[in-house]
């Protein structure tokens, strides 16, 4: 990615007291002397890389007059300046001067020398080098046991004896990695990573931690295993999946011969957390325990080998195989000591996040060593996350090990995750008030509109309209000829009917009648039809066209449609409706009957009825959305099998709006157009693919549109702004629900 501060480590250390500057840069010029990967460069050769170690040369230590005003601003701005490896030290000193008793010392690290295990060695090292030099001497070290080059040669021979082992390991352990599992982002991700970030910080309380620590030993897991299994039903719960993969830093120091050296030493792994079937808390330490153990058993294969080996998807967009990283630390360090100083850590901000996410728990201990509390720090991409998105999640995380502290027994899907205020949210201010439902049938509540707007206008097809009154009574002749052939409260009715005025009279008509409609999409082939009619258990058929080759159930009765309201038995009756009762039928079934059943194809593709109840179209037609006065003349366009069709149909029956029913067949982007502006459409539905391609193509279709509604898949956000960069005062809503939640679950 070229030079850049992602890698950046500094470390600063404030110093109050008479500083021997002098001193304290020979020190440093003796630390880099002593560990060779501060004195190791890396240029190219033939595109290739290398180590590069240099002799000892002293080392530059640049004064900063600072204020403590300006000291953060520069601290930071110190910190976040990138290093060229292959021509300089991956090691960076500064002196940044308060006053004469006043200094700060910042140390800036690239992560190719040094990892957070080589901050004690470091110290350690550069606390004896001062002592001794401020009695002008050199530190009287024994030599290292070993230097990095040796672990790298150390390294090469491992893998070359044990690699096709770990390999096998971490093919089958991370076979069906999803290519991305974090928590939902405020933003769409951009095609490179800037790594920009920020941090947040949360608290848990000595309780919290004491409790979490005894829930580990009790399931022979570790405190990090109860972060990693928090964290996983966290992202889990908030939308990213059952199957979480985490990354995690494992020290990488094997070997005691190791501990005391400055170097990069540090591996990353990959452990995949297994949420599927909603497993409690505790059980769920179980599986992340033996995940973790066994992976831990196969730490030596470099990460950056691994994802060579299993080649995921390369993008800058995100870190391959995780995009959330999670630590386990401890806040007990204490800033090294140099005589004749009082020292203490001073907070160097460098705004980086190398990952989507980092959770970085640290424990804090009292006198005594016993629990006294846990620093959660969140740090984050802002590429992707806002603050305030964070800040919840952060909070929502104490809330999940609080909760899980307190249950552990619980199902970890049942453990308190939202705040009162968010429940609140959701529940009542995003809900909106409950919209009190008419407690009566479709039949009489179309009936009690009927009454109320007797002529306006109910339906046009092309050019033909009817009023309330006219289709009122369309309807209730339909509905009389219906149980004189033997329809009753509860009859199931197919309805076979291409788009038309017939086709929604025949609708009303079953309604009426109390039986209940299963409307088949004439497209439909013959088995489907046989197979969802046998499903339904059909009393009656009713259609307006031919259905060779339908065998129904040997009670079932096969019903035409013929004339403006006729409906026949076995032939068409060409009646005129004349003299047939045109008066209410009078039967009421109760809210909670079903009305109609929907067939959709399901997961296994076999078509599985959805039976849909009168309460439940009553209470859609109902909602405060549909009361703006935008949905008052409404395209029918869906196919009568799809649930569409109960919005299109319903809501303008219910409101004393119009609906106007498109012809039948394949609709293009011309007649859409053509029928929006003939009709004067005020709001239709559209699947989100016939939206985009309107979009596309004829964008300016919308003009006298006040809503349009689109789902049923993800709804581009570029058709979107195109739509309404045409159509300034157009609304446009994304609207998701499946047939089981009658047509809408959620809009946007």
Partial sequence: EGPSATYNIPMALR??????????????????????????????????????????????????????ETLTARLAGLSATPFDLAASLPLRAHLLVLGDQEHVLLLVIHHIASDGWSNAPLFRDLSEAYAARTEGRAPGWEPL?????????????????????????????LADLPEEATLPTDRPRPA??????????????????????????????????VAQAAVSTLLSRSGAGPDIPLGSPVAGRTDQQLDDLVGFF?????????????????????????????????????????????????TPARHPLFQVMLTLGDTSAEAPGLPGLETAYEFSEVE????????????????????????????????LYDARTIEATADRLVRLLEAAADAPDLPVGELELLSAGERELLLERWAGTVTEGPDAGLGE??????????????????????????????????????????????????????????????????VKAGAVYVPL????????????????????????????????PADARLLHVAGPDGVGGGQDTGADGGGADASDPGVRVHPDQPVYAMFTSGSTGVPKG????????????????????????????SPMAFDASTYEMWVPWLTGGTLVIAPAGHLDTTTYQQLITDHHITALWLTAGLFRLIAEEAPHTFTTVREVWAGGDVVPPEAVRRVMTHNPDITVVNGYGPTETTTFAATH
Avoid: C
Wanted: proline fraction near 4%; aromatic fraction near 6%; avoid cysteine.
């Fill in 15 to 68: 110093l109050t007291g008479e500083l021997d500057r002098e001193a304290l840069r020979l020190a440093l010029t003796d630390l880099v002397t002593r560990h060779e990967s501060l004195r190791t460069v890396y240029p190219t050769h033939e595109g290739k890389a290398y180590q590069s170690v240099r002799p000892p040369e002293p080392v530059e230590l640049p004064v900063v007059p600072v204020t403590a």
């Fill in 145 to 173: 046991p070993v230097q990095y080059a040796d672990y790298a040669l150390w390294q090469q021979r491992l893998m070359e004896q044990d690699e096709e082992r770990q390999l096998g390991f971490w093919r089958e352990t």
């Fill in 192 to 225: 490179t990573a800037s790594n920009r970030g920020s941090t947040h910080t949360v608290h848990g309380d000595a309780r919290l931690h004491r409790a979490l620590t005894t829930l580990a030993q009790d399931t022979g897991a570790t405190l990090f295993m």
């Fill in 266 to 314: 540090v591996n990353t792994l990959v452990l995949r957390t297994d949420l599927t079937g909603d497993p409690s808390f505790r059980d769920l330490l179980h599986r992340v325990r033996e995940t973790d153990l066994a992976a831990w058993n196969h730490q030596d294969l470099p990460f950056d080998r691994l994802v060579e080996i299993l080649n995921p998807e390369r």
């Fill in 352 to 383: 980086i996040a190398k990952f989507d996410l980092t959770f970085g728990f640290a424990e804090r201990r009292d006198a005594a060593g016993e629990p006294g509390g846990l620093d959660i720090t969140v740090e984050y991409a802002t590429d």
């Fill in 445 to 510: 509540l179309f009936a009690a509109q009927a009454a109320r707007t007797p002529d306006a206008v109910a339906v046009v097809h092309g050019t033909e309209e009817l009023t309330y009154r006219e289709l009122d009574a369309r309807a209730n002749r339909a509905a009389h000829r219906l149980i004189a052939e033997g329809v009753r409260a509860g009859s199931r009715v197919a309805l076979l009917q291409e788009r038309s005025v017939d086709a929604v009279v025949s609708t009303l008509a079953v």
């Fill in 521 to 552: 999409d004439t497209r439909y082939p013959m088995e489907r039809i046989q197979l969802i009619v046998a499903q339904s258990s059909i009393g009656h058929f009713l259609t307006d066209t031919a259905v060779d080759g339908l065998q129904l």
């Fill in 610 to 637: 959805v039976a849909v109840t009168h309460r439940n179209v009553a209470d859609l037609a109902h909602q405060k959305m549909y009361t703006s006065g935008n949905h008052t003349r409404v395209l029918f366009h």
